[in-house]
């Protein structure tokens, strides 16, 4: 999504399959044609979709939890979680000091493409990364990730994506200084005639 908020209301597979089953499987395009018993097919045929689209589900701006919102509410059983609950998580998460409406939540939101720039810049050569970049980097990652939990109330958003820059500008000084001070020395007739070339 270029625009607008994506929510991933995630339910467990189990709780999912025994609602497709319980309704039937013939008007679900994607199980209709599966073998099996109604309930194993589902799950199966979920836990792949699961797997394929697990990572951009990730992706997902907020997560709504029904095993959460179960627990919350003393439920056994998600299945008996309403849709009215989860409006009202859903609102809660929609009002909450950090959420969309403020810039609380956006900021961090678009600071996770200096994480995202840096993993790209795992394929490059060691030699062409920059010390002071990389330390500004990590450096700003750990006082940052502390300052989330300083603030009220705390910006687990802002906790996650300067954990990520911490991480990248870590490990990039790590490529840097291996390659810097510990790459094994080519032997000395393989150098002089690459020298020579």
């Not at 995630?10 to 597979?13: G, H, I």
């Not at 009002?95 to 956006?106: D, L, M, Q, S, Y």
């Given at each position: 999504?270029?625009?607008?908020?994506?929510?991933?209301l995630?339910?467990?597979?189990e709780?999912l399959?025994?609602?497709?089953?319980?309704?039937?499987?013939?008007s679900?395009?994607?199980?209709?044609?599966?073998?099996?018993d109604?309930?194993s097919?589902?799950?199966k045929?979920?836990?792949?979709?699961f797997?394929?689209?697990?990572?951009?589900?990730?992706n997902?701006?907020?997560r709504?939890?029904?095993?959460?919102?179960a627990?919350?509410?003393?439920?056994?059983d998600?299945?008996?979680v309403?849709?009215?609950?989860i409006?009202?998580?859903l609102?809660?998460?929609w009002?909450?000091?950090?959420?969309?409406?403020?810039?609380?939540?956006?900021a961090?939101?678009?600071?996770?493409?200096?994480s995202?720039?840096?993993?790209?810049?795992?394929?490059?050569?060691?030699?062409t990364l920059?010390?002071?970049?990389?330390?500004?980097i990590a450096?700003s990652?750990?006082?940052w990730?502390?300052?989330?939990?300083?603030?009220t109330?705390?910006?687990?958003?802002?906790?996650?994506?300067n954990?990520?820059?911490a991480?990248?500008?870590?490990?990039?000084?790590?490529?840097?200084?291996?390659?810097?001070?510990?790459?094994?020395?080519p032997?000395?007739g393989?150098?002089?005639?690459?020298?020579h070339?």
């Open positions: 999504m270029q625009k607008g908020v994506s929510v991933w995630d339910v467990p597979l709780a399959a025994r609602r497709i089953t319980a309704v039937g499987t013939d679900r395009p994607l199980l209709h044609h599966e073998s099996g109604p309930y097919k589902t799950m045929r979920l836990s792949t979709l797997e394929e689209r697990g990572e951009a589900y990730a997902a701006n907020a709504v939890s029904l095993k959460y919102i627990a919350k509410h003393g439920l056994e998600v299945c008996n309403t849709p009215t609950l409006a009202i998580e609102r809660a998460l009002n909450h000091p950090a959420g969309p409406k403020t810039i609380h939540f956006w961090p939101t678009f600071k996770w493409g200096l995202a720039a840096n993993i790209s810049n795992f394929s490059k050569p060691p030699e920059s010390y002071p970049q990389q330390a500004v450096t990652g750990v006082i990730s502390r300052y989330c939990f300083v603030i109330p705390w910006n687990w958003n802002l906790f996650g994506v954990s990520a820059m991480c990248t500008g870590f490990y990039q000084l790590f490529r840097k200084i291996r390659h810097d001070y510990y790459a094994a020395e032997p000395a393989v150098a002089a005639a690459e020298l070339d």
